[in-house]
């Protein structure tokens, strides 16, 4: 019976990284376009605090959505305050809407993206490497809160619907 359990779940475990590796584009050409489009989504899968062990993120609901005039995140938080938000809510989570957007081809095989939200206090800036595979890594620079970083992969943005 024991056996029967383990294969189980060793059967769901290998089922969801299947799922979750298919998610992220992995055709370079592909990946150079969603970079240059501006218009992706990061997905966190993997966090790595300062001051704390790093972990596993077991949901694929923590992302930032880059569009052209538009930067949403909503990430968790783990690590030292060093004071309380205002809201009481935890995490990364903002809507920029004024930011600096700067990238860069870095290497044959990577792009360094720098996001300098203006209208989201807390935030300094946020560095993004995307590798031409998808995958992504993604560091937080923080004025009340030490940096964490996250590594994740990029998907492709929803296409805005345009009212006439």
Known sequence: MKIGIKAALLLNAILALSFMAGAQEKDPAKVRA???????VFVADYVNPQSMRSRSLTTSDYDVTIKPGEVISYLPYFGRAYSAPINGEGGIKFTSKSFEYKQVKA?????????KPKDANDIQEMYLTVFDNGTASLRVNSLNRQSISYRGYIVAGKEEKKAF
């Open 34 to 40: 969603l970079v240059e489009s501006r218009n992706f």
């Open 107 to 115: 290497k044959a095989h990577s792009w360094d993206i720098s996001i």
